[in-house]
């Protein structure tokens, strides 16, 4: 039986472009997909189930009964006839390439994928729909919705001093333009095997030095997501645990960056990160008006160049000078102390006044209070 891609509704054709772009997913992480929303309603899940049955009486899509231990209800994926409709909606050509970026756009390209390399993982699904369950943090974002690819497009193969290596992150995200790998945690990889992991990375970091590396193409951080449990449950152990293995690979004067989350403050991670920037600028303005209550005035403020990137204010009064900088940081991330290193580098060589006492001082702010 043949069925046309006219016989479809738009709403059949938009679940099958999802089940193409993101290959397994539940009749939730549908609906919130489709509505970009986490506040779905009774009928909308309705209306994906009976959706769902539709397409699966065509051919279209088949199912997969998840444990109950996993999640509720089945996770739903393209048959070989629905793969092969599918890409005739999106006018994929035969033996295509693609870059994946999603949102699909004017700026996204799309693989000819074989059935065999689309099939979601069934035999072990929960790290999939894990993976999953982060993406949809990122298109119920009501303000912006973050570029992203999975692991089928952010998959890298490389040929570096005459052997091949491959590195494939869960998912990438890019963030002012700046490319994040993203790894889904669930404490379940020893320290020797998290070791492993951060020596893959550090090897393509080495090709990418190496060789002309298109910018978008380098990895600037690397982000563990935990599940939300994890919150209440060991996660300043897990993260002693990755971070000691990162320090291991990468030492502290890394380019690259190391960030924990828990899936349910993933938003707030990369917004973070988005808005660096202006939270910096707040930063200042805030420790200015501080200072002029102490007799002191801002003189001058720079930021450095390249990955390592802090705000430096001077601030000078009839006495004497201070120099001040400013780490934002995530409640879990490796960049405070090579920050700090930084800065005292910069201090002291661009300091040729001689015999001067300084003194250190740390101070916590919190950024919500600004």
């Known amino acids: 039986m043949h ?64 444990q109950q231990s996993v999640s509720s209800g089945s996770m739903y994926y393209l048959t070989r006839r629905g793969l092969e409709s599918t890409k005739n909606i999106l006018d994929i050509n035969v033996a295509q390439d693609g870059n994946g970026w999603l949102p699909y756009g004017e700026s996204s390209t799309l693989w000819d ?18 993976n999953i369950k982060f993406l949809t943090q ?5 303000d912006f919705v973050y570029s992203h690819r999975t692991n089928l497009y952010a998959a890298k193969s490389y040929l570096f001093n005459g052997k091949n290596y491959r590195l494939r992150p869960d998912t990438e995200v890019l963030i002012n333009d700046k490319l ?6 669930r404490s379940t990889e020893s320290h020797e095997q998290l070791v492993l992991k951060f020596e893959t990375y550090k090897q393509y970091l080495n090709h990418c030095n190496a060789e002309e590396v298109d910018n978008r193409d380098i990895i600037r951080a690397i982000v563990f997501v935990v599940e939300e449990k994890a919150r209440n449950h060991g996660m300043k152990r897990r993260w002693n645990n990755i971070y000691a293995a990162f320090l291991k690979v990468f030492g502290i004067a890394s380019s690259i ?7 349910d403050k993933v938003q707030e991670t990369l917004d973070f990160e988005k808005s660096r920037t202006e939270i910096e600028a707040q930063q200042l303005e805030y420790q200015t008006n501080e200072e002029k209550t102490l007799g002191f005035n801002l003189e001058n403020s720079f930021v450095t160049s390249g990955d390592q990137h802090l705000l430096i204010a001077k601030f000078v009064s009839d006495e004497c000078y201070k120099y001040m900088f400013f780490s934002l940081t995530h409640e879990f ?21 001689q015999g001067l006492k300084i003194e250190d001082e740390t101070k916590e702010v919190n950024i919500s209070k600004l």
């Open 138 to 142: 990122l298109v119920v974002n009501e």
């Open 257 to 263: 960056k190391l960030i924990f989350t828990s899936m």
């Open 333 to 353: 991330c490796s960049d405070l102390l090579m920050k700090y290193k930084t800065f005292n580098s910069v201090i002291h060589n661009r300091n040729a006044v």
């Open 113 to 130: 994928i074989p059935f065999e390399a689309y099939t979601p993982p069934l035999k072990q699904p929960s790290h999939h729909l894990l």
């Open 3 to 66: 069925i046309s891609n006219t016989n479809l509704s738009e709403k059949q054709k938009q679940i099958m472009m999802l089940l193409f772009f993101y290959r397994g997913m539940t009749a939730k992480d549908i609906t919130i997909f489709s509505s970009r929303s986490v506040k779905f309603t009774l009928s909308d899940e309705k209306s994906t189930y009976n959706m769902l049955a539709n397409l699966k009486n065509k051919g279209m899509i088949d199912s997969y009964k998840l």
């Open 180 to 185: 994040y790998a993203i790894e889904i945690d």
